[in-house]
């Protein structure tokens, strides 16, 4: 069975240090991958997503950045985090093709001080 | 453009109650529809899924969906809910040729005893 892994669960950063979220999906071949940003209180919100190997499509204008250097691995990461990027990161994986579900991993808790 | 909008917030229900929550979907194409359960802390979870066909389809846990075109809608039930039903819960749509899923906002429900 497909599962799928994000470390670390919960991090807290500095203003202006670096971030590198990893996501690693595992009993499936060419996923589609995901990440979103769930703000306190607010719905998802798509960062970033993948179809391939160095396939990166943005979706928000911002200071992260998504990398995909393995076919079952996404990162997000970031050179210099600002207190808006606080919130709850969610990385997901789908089937490739039409009309699948997402599957998701249990998120990462980013506090920035 | 394209919206999913829960138009409940917040709901509160008593253990053993019927629940019902509500989804609505402003799309041109012909969708496909999720909705997900999310735990506090947690990463979201698949309850069911509609592409095709019959238009009440039944998940996880107890609940059913009803697809209905004429009034875009796509809410979720559970005939007696059960105090481990607390949480938020999510509806997703997608359409044909595209590989994203735009999320509602969520609806929290409570369950009292």
């Known amino acids: 069975s497909q599962t799928i892994h994000q470390w670390p669960a919960t991090l807290v950063q500095p203003v202006g240090s670096p971030l590198s979220l990893e996501c690693t999906v595992e009993g499936t071949s060419n996923p589609n991958l995901y990440w979103y940003r769930q703000a306190a209180g607010r719905g998802l919100q798509l960062l970033f997503y993948s179809v391939g190997i160095g396939q990166i499509s943005s979706e928000v204008p911002q200071n992260l950045s998504a990398s995909r250097p393995q076919d079952r691995q996404f990162i997000l990461s970031s050179k210099k985090l600002l207190l808006s990027d606080s919130g709850f990161y969610l990385c997901?994986?789908?089937?490739?093709?039409?009309?699948?579900?997402?599957?998701f991993g249990d998120g990462t808790r980013l506090s920035i001080l | 453009a394209q919206s999913v909008t829960q138009p409940d917030i917040h709901i509160t229900v008593s253990e053993g109650a019927s629940l019902e929550l509500r989804c609505n979907y402003s799309?041109?194409?012909?969708?496909?529809l999720f909705w997900y359960v999310q735990s506090p802390g947690q990463g979201l979870q698949l309850l069911l899924k509609y592409f095709s066909g019959d238009t009440l389809v039944q998940g996880i846990k107890g609940f059913e969906a009803e697809f209905k075109r004429s009034q875009s809608s796509f809410n979720l039930r559970k005939p007696s809910v059960h105090w481990s039903d607390a949480a938020e819960y999510f509806c997703?749509?997608?359409?044909?040729?595209?590989?994203?899923?735009?999320f509602g906002a969520g609806t929290t429900v409570t369950v009292r005893a």
């Open positions: 997703a749509v997608g359409f044909y040729g595209d590989y994203k899923l735009s």
């Open positions: 997901a994986w789908s089937v490739q093709s039409d009309n699948q579900p997402q599957h």
């Open positions: 799309y041109g194409a012909t969708p496909y």
